[in-house]
T-cell receptor, first 111, second 114 residues
Framework: NAGVTQTPKFQVLKTGQSMTLQCAQD?????MSWYRQDPGMGLRLIHY???????DQGEVPNGYNVSRSTTEDFPLRLLSAAPSQTSVYFC??????????FGQGTRLTVV | AQSVTQPDIHITVSEGASLELRCNYS??????LFWYVQSPGQGLQLLLK??????LVQGIKGFEAEFKRSQSSFNLRKPSVHWSDAAEYFC????????????FGAGTTVTVRA
């Protein structure tokens, strides 16, 4: 059972480039979320989804888009990368009240 | 709005000693509380959670946490620390059953000395 799988694990982008961070879960969870982790700030919610076709913004959504066409996948798109988006990104899936399960993270550097 | 404060940025503890990590939360309704652990370069692993019932919660790896509503606290404890407990620990709060919209504290880094 793979759980939550994120790809890639590492990525370097140039300012202005776009990319998609992939997230897939095999637990048939309805709920999925994207967080970013920055030093001294814990994790902050970017976007979340409560089911296929339903997404909403979290605390720090600017510069990111999401879609949820299937239960399993929840990709995060950076439209035009900026140095401020240098961070570690975590995808999570959950099935309340079990708590959220996190992927291994994607470390993104924007130069 | 919900928020979490972890007052200690870094704690150093000797192997075999007890450990307590503090967590204070702000939330207007019944909170849904979590502790996660993150080893270097890894994702977050759920240690334990609380949303109702007994206020002393047992988790994995020998950890426990106590919910104190009057103090808005959810402190994590372990009676005897092992070197493998060196990691970063995060407290998180959410609305009941909404564990997809969590607010995290800034984290506490635990160093274990021999």
């Amino acid at each position: 059972n793979a759980g939550v799988t994120q790809t890639p694990k590492f990525q370097v982008l140039k300012t202005g480039q776009s990319m998609t961070l992939q997230c897939a879960q095999d637990m048939n969870h309805e709920y999925m979320s994207w967080y970013r982790q920055d030093p001294g700030m814990g994790l902050r919610l970017i976007h979340y989804s409560v089911g296929a076709g339903i997404t909403d913004q979290g605390e720090v959504p600017n510069g990111y888009n999401v879609s949820r066409s299937t239960t399993e996948d929840f990709p995060l798109r950076l439209l035009s990368a900026a140095p401020s988006q240098t961070s570690v990104y975590f995808c999570a899936s959950s099935d309340p009240p079990g708590g959220a399960f996190f992927g291994q993270g994607t470390r993104l550097t924007v130069v | 709005a919900q928020s979490v404060t972890q007052p200690d940025i870094h704690i150093t503890v000797s192997e075999g000693a007890s450990l307590e990590l503090r967590c204070n939360y702000s939330y207007g309704a019944t909170p849904y509380l979590f502790w996660y652990v993150q080893s270097p370069g890894q994702g977050l692993q759920l240690l334990l959670k609380y949303f109702s019932g007994d206020t002393l919660v047992q988790g994995i790896k020998g950890f426990e946490a106590e919910f104190k509503r009057s103090q808005s606290s959810f402190n994590l404890r372990k009676p005897s620390v092992h070197w493998s407990d060196a990691a970063e620990y995060f407290c998180a709060v959410g609305r009941l059953l909404n564990d997809y919209k969590l607010s995290f504290g800034a984290g506490t880094t635990v160093t274990v000395r021999a």
